[in-house]
């Protein structure tokens, strides 16, 4: 009796493992041409790669202006702290 429980687990085993390799090769060929039809169409991305002057002077105006807005907040905090 023991002897056809492990051939009948031996065999479920194989069995398991090959449905694994088929589905992987199966979600494996999905995802290859899932990739070869994908194109970006980012404006972002084409900002930074085409009009490199122009994205590069958007991302240092960005800057600046969160750097004025931390500036100029931090100081009216200084001046309430300075009237009190």
């Known amino acids: ?7 009948q687990t031996g065999e479920m085993i ?6 694994i390799i088929a589905a992987y090769a199966w979600s ?14 980012s404006s972002l991305t084409n900002l930074f790669t085409e009009h490199k002057f122009w994205g590069w002077t958007g991302l240092l105006l960005i ?3 969160i750097s004025a807005i931390f500036y100029f907040q931090f100081q009216a905090w200084e001046q309430e702290d300075q009237e009190e």
């Open 63 to 65: 800057f600046v202006a």
């Open 14 to 19: 194989v069995l398991i493992g090959n449905f």
């Open 1 to 7: 009796m023991p002897r056809i429980r492990l051939t």
């Open 28 to 41: 494996g060929n999905i995802q290859n041409e899932m990739d070869a039809r994908y194109v970006e169409q």
